[in-house]
């Protein structure tokens, strides 16, 4: 994995630097192939945009493989659970005409800080699960509903210690924010004095794990080496995992987002990537009117990858990676969608049990934007949530193409920050 990222960060930047003037060139110099070089170059960086696809969408295939009996196969190789649909608050009418058909109701989760309801519901026996979503749409068009999806992380551990991305902005006990993620080790030396609320949405285990502990401690852990951009601030923890192997899935994220709503949560750290979805489109709209701030990782996937959810939706602020350099991670995702940059690389963060590793990818750039938009929205308001927000673009500074683009959004924040925390620790 490493080697091929290098490598395909190489191929860019020679591609970026390719030739920005014309210089003359001697006469008695043979032509160069340069038609032949470009292709070379081309496909190179295909197939490592190509191999980065594949990092994801392999672990996904492991776990389908591991839990054939819970998982299938959905379309556009996702993975979803089997035999079930998601459901958004459909009327009386047509929960009745749809369980008339032979489905039954699995679960039901109110969301009561959003005024609506959610179901998962089992599809006949003789239905599969796509012939299962394709009736109930029949019977009720108008409504809202989906596969129930697996949503992945959207970062990567490594081995060793780095630095932070974000330096300490001084005590903030009276600041709150969300995380959606794995759970978190409240016991860490560095989180174990922070005012952390935990919660369980895969099923009735709190189960902290690595991916969720160190983003805990890029936003709230004390340690000097994290540089935690809201070190104390209170932090409302939703375990979307609960240590199943096939937990992550679009019920739990919709169960925590009610959560988060019922709390009055101003900003939302989620580091998870997955596929479009018709039901957590709709919870995120909804969210997002209310004035919460959700903040999500583009993910990794490689330049040439399609949107990842919840990142791409409208409103939802998509956040990318960059080195200490301020240059782009190769392995982030580009697009609209992408709205601003931060550093996801060489940072040191808590892992469960204590201690710190180095960690990577955009998953640990997001949670360096979204302490910086809840120093400024403690509760969700519609007005202050598109302030704060414009406030944050504006202070960005601006890389690649002039202006917003599809690489860094609005731009880089974080750098200087970044220099700090290396040199604090020399």
Same mark, same amino acid.
């Given at each position: 994995?490493?080697?091929?990222?290098?490598?395909?960060?190489?191929?860019?930047?020679?591609?970026?630097?390719?030739?920005?003037?014309?210089?003359?060139?001697?006469?008695?110099?043979?032509?160069?192939?340069?038609?032949?070089?470009?292709?070379?170059?081309?496909?190179?960086?295909?197939?490592?945009?190509?191999?980065?696809?594949?990092?994801?969408?392999?672990?996904?295939?492991?776990?389908?493989?591991?839990?054939?009996?819970?998982?299938?196969?959905?379309?556009?190789?996702?993975?979803?659970?089997?035999?079930?649909?998601?459901?958004?608050?459909?009327?009386?009418?047509? %929960?009745?005409?749809?369980? !008339?058909? &032979?489905? +039954?109701?699995?679960? $039901?989760?109110? *969301?009561?800080?959003? /005024? #609506?309801? @959610?179901?998962?519901?089992?599809?006949?026996?003789?239905?599969?699960?796509?012939?299962?979503?394709?009736?109930?749409?029949?019977?009720?068009?108008?409504?809202?509903?989906?596969?129930?999806?697996?949503?992945?992380?959207?970062?990567?551990?490594?081995?060793?210690?780095? %630095?932070?991305?974000?330096? !300490?902005? &001084?005590? +903030?006990?009276?600041? $709150?924010?969300? *995380?959606?993620?794995? /759970? #978190?080790? @409240?016991?860490?030396?560095?989180?174990?004095?922070?005012?952390?609320?935990?919660?369980?949405?895969?099923?009735?285990?709190?189960?902290?794990?690595?991916?969720?502990?160190?983003?805990?401690?890029?936003?709230?852990?004390?340690?000097?080496?994290?540089?935690?951009?809201?070190?104390?601030?209170?932090?409302?923890?939703?375990?979307?995992?609960?240590?199943?192997?096939?937990?992550?899935?679009?019920?739990?994220?919709?169960?925590?987002?009610?959560?988060?709503?019922?709390?009055?949560?101003?900003?939302?750290?989620?580091?998870?990537?997955?596929?479009?979805?018709?039901?957590?489109?709709?919870?995120?709209?909804?969210?997002?009117?209310?004035?919460?701030?959700?903040?999500?990782?583009?993910?990794?996937?490689?330049?040439?990858?399609?949107?990842?959810?919840?990142?791409?939706?409208?409103?939802?602020?998509?956040?990318?990676?960059?080195?200490?350099?301020?240059?782009?991670?190769?392995?982030?995702?580009?697009?609209?969608?992408?709205?601003?940059?931060?550093?996801?690389?060489?940072?040191?963060?808590?892992?469960?049990?204590?201690?710190?590793?180095?960690?990577?990818?955009?998953?640990?750039?997001?949670?360096?934007?979204?302490?910086?938009?809840?120093?400024?929205?403690?509760?969700?308001?519609?007005?202050?949530?598109?302030?704060?927000?414009?406030?944050?673009?504006?202070?960005?500074?601006?890389?690649?193409?002039?202006?917003?683009?599809?690489?860094?959004?609005?731009?880089?924040?974080?750098?200087?920050?970044?220099?700090?925390?290396?040199?604090?620790?020399?």
């Amino acid at each position: 994995m490493r080697p091929m990222l290098l490598l395909a960060g190489l191929i860019m930047a020679l591609l970026a630097a390719a030739a920005p003037a014309q210089l003359p060139v001697p006469v008695d110099i043979p032509d160069l192939n340069t038609d032949r070089l470009g292709d070379r170059l081309r496909d190179q960086v295909q197939e490592s945009d190509r191999s980065l696809q594949r990092v994801r969408r392999d672990a996904l295939t492991q776990l389908l493989r591991a839990n054939p009996q819970r998982l299938e196969r959905g379309p556009g190789r996702t993975v979803i659970l089997r035999s079930q649909i998601t459901a958004l608050a459909p009327s009386g009418d047509s %929960l009745a005409q749809i369980l !008339a058909a &032979g489905f +039954s109701i699995r679960s $039901r989760r109110e *969301l009561p800080g959003l /005024g #609506v309801y @959610t179901l998962i519901l089992n599809a006949p026996d003789s239905l599969s699960t796509r012939r299962a979503l394709d009736l109930v749409r029949r019977i009720d068009p108008g409504g809202v509903y989906d596969f129930n999806h697996i949503y992945s992380r959207s970062g990567q551990g490594g081995a060793g210690t780095g %630095l932070t991305g974000a330096a !300490a902005r &001084g005590e +903030s006990d009276d600041y $709150r924010i969300g *995380l959606i993620d794995t /759970g #978190v080790d @409240t016991q860490h030396p560095d989180l174990a004095a922070e005012d952390i609320i935990t919660r369980a949405f895969e099923g009735q285990a709190y189960s902290p794990a690595a991916h969720g502990t160190g983003i805990a401690s890029l936003l709230v852990g004390r340690a000097e080496r994290f540089g935690a951009v809201l070190p104390s601030a209170t932090l409302h923890s939703a375990d979307v995992y609960g240590g199943d192997p096939v937990g992550g899935s679009v019920a739990s994220l919709l169960g925590a987002l009610g959560w988060m709503a019922e709390e009055e949560v101003g900003v939302i750290n989620i580091s998870l990537v997955g596929p479009d979805n018709a039901v957590l489109a709709r919870i995120v709209e909804l969210m997002v009117g209310r004035g919460h701030i959700l903040v999500a990782a583009v993910g990794n996937d490689g330049p040439a990858a399609a949107p990842l959810y919840p990142a791409a939706y409208p409103g939802v602020v998509g956040v990318t990676g960059v080195n200490a350099r301020g240059r782009i991670l190769p392995e982030a995702c580009r697009g609209d969608h992408v709205d601003i940059a931060a550093p996801g690389i060489r940072q040191s963060a808590a892992r469960p049990g204590g201690g710190e590793s180095s960690v990577r990818g955009t998953s640990f750039a997001a949670p360096y934007v979204a302490g910086l938009l809840a120093a400024q929205l403690a509760h969700p308001d519609p007005e202050a949530a598109a302030h704060a927000i414009a406030v944050l673009f504006a202070s960005a500074d601006d890389q690649g193409p002039r202006g917003r683009d599809r690489i860094y959004g609005a731009g880089v924040v974080g750098l200087a920050e970044l220099s700090a925390a290396e040199t604090a620790l020399r």
